[in-house]
């Protein structure tokens, strides 16, 4: 079994989820996606799915597990090994300056509470201006005390906040968050609709 703090949920997300949360991905050609916490791949293939013309795609990485998977199955994707906690740095190294979208399925439960606060604010710093933020997380963290800081990062750090889903067959069941930069919108609107907090849009079955 990987480290526990580093595995986030106890089955791989589900098609349906995966590209609910790579909805955010922009139409704009050119666009930079980045990812963070790829696991197996599934939520990368989503992106790509949705990747428009001209687009770059990486995917951040700590599990050298992981990473090995990734750039054996995906040789198409940008696989950096690496803390998203870094997310700044490791850009710059890729020669960039910001991203689009940032699509997530990092353990944030698992993270203190501090270091939920330095991640989102490193997310938020390495995102352009009307750039949108996607995370997955399932619906049993919900009632816990590090879910709730959570949502207030959130919610104190971007212009907008909302939820999609759940995805009811996903195991275990599963949100999709997102966040919006302040700023002129870069990212296209989500194929399943935003949706206000606790009321369901978009895809809630499927694979």
Same mark, same amino acid.
């Given at each position: 079994?990987?480290?526990?703090?580093?595995? #986030?949920?106890?089955?791989? @997300?589900?098609?349906?989820?995966?590209?609910?949360?790579? @909805?955010?991905?922009?139409? !704009?050609?050119?666009?930079?996606?980045?990812?963070?916490? &790829?696991?197996? #791949?599934?939520?990368?293939?989503?992106? =790509?799915?949705?990747?428009?013309?001209?687009?770059?795609?990486?995917?951040?990485?700590?599990?050298?597990?992981?990473?090995?998977?990734? =750039?054996?199955?995906?040789?198409?994707?940008?696989?950096?090994?690496?803390?998203?906690?870094?997310?700044?740095?490791?850009?710059?190294?890729?020669?960039?300056?910001?991203?689009?979208?940032?699509? @997530?399925?990092?353990?944030?439960?698992?993270?203190?509470?501090?270091?939920?606060?330095?991640?989102?604010?490193?997310?938020?710093?390495?995102?352009?201006?009307?750039?949108?933020?996607?995370?997955?997380? !399932?619906? !049993?963290?919900?009632?816990?005390?590090?879910?709730?800081?959570? =949502?207030?990062?959130?919610? #104190?750090?971007?212009?907008?906040?909302? @939820?999609?889903?759940?995805?009811?067959?996903?195991?275990?069941?599963?949100?999709?968050?997102?966040?919006?930069?302040?700023?002129?919108?870069?990212?296209?609107?989500?194929?399943?609709?935003?949706?206000?907090?606790?009321?369901? &849009?978009?895809?809630?079955?499927?694979?």
């Amino acid at each position: 079994m990987r480290n526990p703090h580093q595995l #986030g949920a106890i089955a791989p @997300s589900s098609k349906a989820v995966a590209r609910l949360a790579a @909805s955010i991905v922009p139409a !704009t050609p050119g666009a930079v996606v980045v990812e963070l916490g &790829a696991g197996g #791949g599934v939520i990368s293939d989503a992106i =790509r799915d949705r990747l428009p013309p001209g687009g770059r795609q990486l995917a951040v990485e700590v599990n050298e597990g992981m990473v090995s998977h990734l =750039r054996r199955s995906r040789p198409w994707l940008e696989v950096i090994a690496g803390d998203a906690g870094d997310l700044g740095k490791l850009l710059r190294e890729a020669g960039l300056s910001h991203a689009d979208a940032i699509v @997530s399925s990092l353990p944030w439960t698992l993270f203190e509470e501090a270091q939920q606060k330095r991640m989102l604010e490193e997310i938020a710093a390495s995102l352009a201006p009307g750039g949108a933020f996607s995370t997955i997380t !399932t619906l !049993t963290v919900m009632p816990f005390q590090r879910f709730r800081h959570f =949502r207030g990062l959130m919610n #104190g750090t971007f212009a907008t906040v909302a @939820s999609l889903g759940p995805i009811w067959r996903n195991v275990p069941p599963a949100l999709v968050y997102t966040g919006v930069m302040a700023g002129d919108r870069l990212a296209g609107e989500p194929t399943g609709g935003w949706a206000t907090e606790g009321r369901p &849009a978009g895809d809630t079955g499927g694979e």
